[in-house]
């Protein structure tokens, strides 16, 4: 089974500074962990994804991510916020059991203030 | 390119109606993918097919019915909803379905409202 916890619903930054949304998973085989952004009315954008390798991934926008393994985690970072970056954040996993099927955490609504 | 289209952008149906939701992606992608949100929620997949086959029903009701004409087309065929069906529809689509590396992109999806 494969889980995922984004354990902040809500996340407030001030426009400039450095913002993190934090992500937690669980799965039995290699995790396999992306990051969505979602604006109002929107459907689903790909940000990044990990797969292997280099745990910081580098994605869109600006947008970094760390994998942690030991502490099972896959943060979503950003040096620099900006009030267009304002929107709701999935984080999801896949493993090779099932491959089908994403898993997807309950979001993070960012908030950023000018 | 990595566009899925979806039609309409809205539908209002009554409980009664017949209407369809139309998904479209021209990426090669021999995934494609039914998901149902609800407001600040997280998507909830539905179907999903691989090689225009059907390989996961995630106990949808029959109301529901998915269709997959081509490897380029997915439709959602709705009978009889609820107003609790009442959702945004997304479809997506990714490269290959028994890659759980691979990315799904979205489309924009269809805002169902049942009356």
């Known amino acids: 089974a494969q889980s995922v916890a984004q354990p902040e619903d809500q996340v407030n930054v001030a426009e400039g500074n450095p913002l993190t949304v934090k992500c937690t998973y669980s799965v039995s085989g290699n995790p396999y962990l992306f990051w969505y952004v979602q604006y109002p009315n929107r459907g689903l954008q790909f940000l990044l994804k990990?797969?292997?390798?280099?745990?910081l991934v580098k994605g869109s926008y600006g947008f970094e991510a760390e994998f942690n393994k030991s502490q099972t985690s896959f943060h979503l970072k950003k040096p620099s916020a900006l009030v267009s970056d304002s929107a709701l954040y999935f984080c999801?996993?896949?493993?090779?059991?099932?491959?089908?099927?994403?898993?997807f955490g309950d979001g993070t609504t960012l908030t950023v203030k000018p | 390119d990595t566009e899925v289209t979806q039609t309409p952008k809205h539908l209002v149906m009554g409980m009664t109606n017949k209407k369809s939701l139309k998904c479209e992606q021209h990426?090669?992608?021999?995934?494609m993918y039914w998901y149902k949100q609800k407001a600040k929620k997280p998507p909830e997949l539905m179907f999903v097919?691989?090689?225009?086959?059907?390989?996961i029903n995630e106990s949808v009701p029959s109301r529901f019915s998915p269709e997959c004409p081509n490897s380029s087309l997915l439709n959602l065929h709705l009978h009889a909803l609820q107003p609790e069906d009442s959702a945004l529809y997304l479809c997506?689509?990714?490269?290959?379905?028994?890659?759980?590396?691979?990315?799904?992109?979205f489309g924009p999806g269809t805002r169902l409202t049942v009356l």
């Open positions: 990426m090669g992608h021999r995934a």
């Open positions: 999801a996993v896949r493993d090779n059991t099932n491959a089908g099927k994403s898993t």
């Open positions: 990990y797969i292997t390798g280099d745990n």
């Open positions: 097919y691989s090689y225009e086959k059907l390989s």
């Open positions: 997506a689509s990714s490269q290959n379905p028994t890659k759980a590396t691979d990315t799904q992109y």
